[in-house]
């Protein structure tokens, strides 16, 4: 074992484990602020989640011993068996226990990623039974078919050094039919749907690159060479791709806001995850900056087109970014820069991105469907959305009684709190609601 790989994996862990609180304050920005502590808590209730669940099974099925090239067995539940020594098919210089500790970090993230699609409409507590079957039932296979050793993507080569497959896809595919199966908010349209903090936005995409470059010079799995490089294209893709979401917006609408640079950043940042470890700074140029204007428009214009209300746009910038980053892959790829990879389309190996397209329509297949019948499965059981009336509200007071701001809480709010007392499943004292 290396004790400098050791080191390094160890602290990707936490950046990445970082990543998560950054997205909360990503996505608890955007929304509006009756609905900001609902949303933070969303995000911030998957770390606990899936902390949990992966130690008892969830990293034995996404990484266990294969079966059917579908799953991994129960072996390893409760970590048993992972133990200290180093696993040669995964991380051959660190302990498998290690290893484990920093996939943990990307089951994490990856469903906190679909808060996006349904923000301010949904139980909290249905909220919470779909976020764990979610993780089970889509998650831990996903990652086993492109990540785990027998997988059936895996075996097939396609080359995914990150989580374009496995993180974004799934999770944006994921945010778009949460988001069309709930409906529009009851306020759809409206003029008050808007950024309620824009500096909370700029925190968390700070956090958030932040933490990526252990999400992807980490996935190296080593200090080395490739990390190196991971972290180099990584960063530069990120500021390409927000320099071409700022332009194509000053383009569109006249004005380049902070919110749409915030957002290229994040949609480089996805985009250049899969390709981080097989690409070179050319090669990340090309992906960021395309990408930054593909994320715009899917973000904007297509949305409008087929209206959705994809709230904080999961589909837009992770489903549609991951996409174009899992095939960009297949066309820049380059042995040149990890000699364990494969060549691109532009090296002279066009077979790869028909790799690529076939994990990439495999996850949009997969997770969709996959989605939808968990939703239809939580919606029968115990309902998934609130009501107009609490929608209007706020769900910070009406699921949580906690508002971020309460000094800008009118009169107006407080009235039809006061009001929802008489409706079932509300349950705030007269004396708490005025106070808050």
């Not at 609180?21 to 998957?46: H, S």
């Amino acid at each position: 074992m290396n004790s400098g790989d050791m080191a390094w994996i160890l602290a990707s862990s936490a950046l990445v484990l970082l990543m998560t609180p950054g997205l909360a304050f990503f996505y608890g920005g955007l929304v509006r602020n009756k609905n900001v502590i609902t949303t933070l808590y969303q995000v911030f209730a998957v770390v606990l989640i899936v902390s949990v669940q992966w130690v008892l099974f969830g990293y034995s099925l996404a990484f266990g011993p294969d079966i059917g090239h579908v799953i991994g067995s129960l072996k390893w539940v409760l970590f048993n068996g992972v133990g200290g020594a180093p696993d040669p098919n995964y991380a051959p210089t660190i302990p498998n226990e290690l290893y484990g500790i920093f996939q943990m970090m990307f089951a994490i993230i990856t469903p906190a990623l679909i808060v996006g699609g349904l923000a301010e409409r949904v139980k909290f507590s249905s909220f919470l039974l779909f976020i764990t079957l979610w993780a089970t039932v889509i998650y831990d296979p996903l990652a086993h078919w492109v990540w785990g050793i027998g997988g059936w993507l895996h075996n097939m080569g396609i080359l995914d050094f990150a989580g374009g497959t496995v993180v974004h896809i799934s999770s944006g595919i994921s945010g778009l039919v949460c988001a069309m199966y709930l409906g529009r908010r009851a306020e759809h349209g409206s003029p008050t749907i808007k950024a309620h903090n824009v500096p909370l936005v700029l925190l968390g995409t700070s956090l958030l690159w932040f933490g990526w470059f252990g999400f992807n010079a980490g996935s190296a799995v080593a200090a080395n060479e490739l990390s190196v490089n991971a972290f180099l294209v990584t960063n530069t893709a990120t500021a390409a791709s927000a320099l071409a979401w700022m332009a194509v917006e000053r383009w569109r609408t006249g004005h380049a806001t902070l919110v749409g640079a915030c957002a290229g950043a994040v949609a480089g940042l996805v985009a250049i995850t899969p390709a981080c470890g097989f690409v070179n700074i050319g090669g990340s140029l090309i992906i960021g900056a395309v990408g930054g204007v593909i994320c715009f428009f899917s973000s904007t214009v297509i949305k409008g087109i087929f209206g959705y209300d994809d709230a904080l746009d999961a589909f837009g910038g992770h489903g549609i970014g991951g996409t174009w980053g899992a095939i960009a892959t297949g066309l820049f790829a380059t042995v040149s820069v990890n000699s364990s990879g494969a060549n691109g389309l532009f090296y002279g190996n066009p077979h790869q991105v028909v790799v690529q397209l076939i994990g990439v329509a495999a996850t949009w297949i997969f997770s969709g469907v996959g989605t939808f019948i968990l939703l239809k499965l939580v919606d029968v059981i115990m309902g998934l959305r609130v009501t107009p009336e609490e929608e209007r509200i706020g769900l910070d007071i009406v699921l949580h009684n906690e508002n971020a701001y309460p000094e800008n809480l009118t009169w107006d709010v407080a009235s039809s709190v006061l009001s929802s007392l008489k409706q079932p499943g509300v349950a705030i004292s007269d004396q708490q609601a005025l106070h808050e």
